[in-house]
């Protein structure tokens, strides 16, 4: 970690969620407590065992991207133009407006859990019928999880740090780890971050259904994603992107910007135990959880929320939950924790960045998303999850938890701005 005394800010926001195309209506429905899961309309989903899954609803791509350009971008790709977009605006920079200089300074680091899985299908399917001469000269780029911060960076010609950290579920957070350690080296003043995912097509929800990963209940789609629930039966499938403008303090100050919140910490670590499984006890989310604690220089006894990893799966729930517990004592029961994937579904690489928004949004109006469709304890997960309905509280320092199949753990420390 470096000793360098700059500040790293969040200046700028951006989401596409199965509920709400925009961060406002992304938190306004979270605040409502909004399922986004419902039966699956973009494929014939009759031969797979999950026949539901968290969409986003009435994206079009041509209100963010050119529509020919857009072709050339596998909807995970796209999806990353139209939340830095989104995000950019937000923070008030108009990049056709800066100064060369400046746009060295400006860099992307932004993450794919999957990266084209949709592309990847179409094309090893006309392989396979049509031959290998048949397959398209843009496959591979629209294949690899880093192009995203590719086509960023060339679309705005912003020229600092340029990279993509794969890291399963927990992406999105390492993305944004490792931009606000780049900020405070002094690599660049601003970074384009977060994540997205695009993986509701036949494979990729074969694949999970093959892991035994998803809830399979089709009877009732917008109620299956039950984190911290006895009869929770594996997460929902959830598609989208979140975006954060990370931004050195003194520079955000100096160009009047709005600033959501402060990055004060973050934690990261391995399980070392199992490729898809959590450690039962937790262990590996207790070190990043601690790792955090230290990176900020804060006492456990000061954070008041936790935006948890909180899949709706049996294993991962319990073992969070525990970590909690070991981490923060007493003070476990005392603050809140919510998981906003009981209504987003589980958007994979992109999950750290939305639910990075949903705990800065909550620091910044004092409020808790809830954890819904909750009904049947589970002794095990005994903590405050603020099940069914938001609640109003003082929220100055909060984390935003992500795991990562591999057992990669990520915490993301955000305090309540103050100059």
């Keep these: 970690m470096s000793d360098s005394k700059r500040r790293v800010v969040i200046t700028g926001l951006g989401a596409l969620t199965p509920i709400g195309l925009t961060v406002e209506e992304f938190w306004k429905n ?48 796209q999806y990353a133009m139209a939340v830095t977009k989104m995000a950019l605006a937000d923070a008030g920079i108009v990049p056709s407006e800066l100064p060369a200089s400046e746009k060295e300074n400006i860099g992307v680091v932004f993450g794919s859990g999957i990266g084209g899985i949709h592309t990847f299908y179409e094309q090893a399917v006309t392989n396979r019928e049509n031959g290998p001469k048949r397959v398209s000269p843009f496959f591979i780029p629209m294949l690899i999880p880093d192009i995203a911060p590719g086509h960023i960076s060339i679309e705005y ?65 917008e109620t299956a994603s039950r984190p911290f629930d006895s009869t929770r039966d594996g997460f929902v499938m959830g598609e989208g992107g979140g975006c954060l403008i990370l931004e050195d303090m003194e520079h955000a100050i100096k160009r009047n910007a709005k600033i959501y919140a402060e990055i004060i910490g973050v934690g990261l670590s391995a399980d070392a135990h199992h490729i898809t499984a959590p450690d039962p006890e937790g262990r590996g989310a207790q070190l990043a959880m601690l790792r955090a604690v230290k990176s900020a220089n804060i006492s456990t006894t000061e954070v008041d929320y936790i935006n948890m990893h909180g899949t709706s799966t049996g294993l991962g729930d319990i073992a969070e939950t525990k970590a909690i517990k070991a981490v923060f004592g007493d003070q476990a029961f005392k603050m809140n924790v919510s998981s906003t994937k009981s209504m987003t579904g589980h958007l994979l690489g992109a999950a750290g960045a939305v639910e990075a928004i949903a705990t800065i949004m909550a620091i910044r109006e004092d409020v808790i998303a809830p954890t819904i469709n909750f009904v049947n304890p589970d002794p095990e997960c005994d903590l405050n999850y603020t099940f069914n309905v938001a609640q109003k509280r003082k929220v100055d320092i909060a984390f935003s938890n992500a795991f990562g199949f591999g057992g990669h753990n990520t915490t993301v420390v955000f305090k309540k701005w103050s100059e």
């Design 30 to 77: 979270a605040l409502a407590g909004t399922s986004g899961a419902a039966l699956i309309k973009s494929f014939d989903a009759s031969r797979i065992d999950t026949k539901f899954a968290c969409e986003l609803k009435g994206y079009d791509a041509g209100n963010y991207i050119d529509k020919k350009a857009a072709r050339r971008l596998d909807p995970f790709a």
């Design 157 to 221: 010609g912003f020229k600092g740090p340029n990279h993509c950290i794969v890291s399963a579920c927990a992406t999105a957070n390492n993305n944004i780890i490792d931009s606000y350690m780049l900020i405070k080296e002094g690599m660049a003043n601003i970074i384009v971050s977060g994540g997205s995912e695009a993986s509701i097509c036949e494979l990729g929800m074969a694949g999970f259904n093959s892991a035994r990963a998803l809830s399979t209940r089709n009877d009732s789609p």
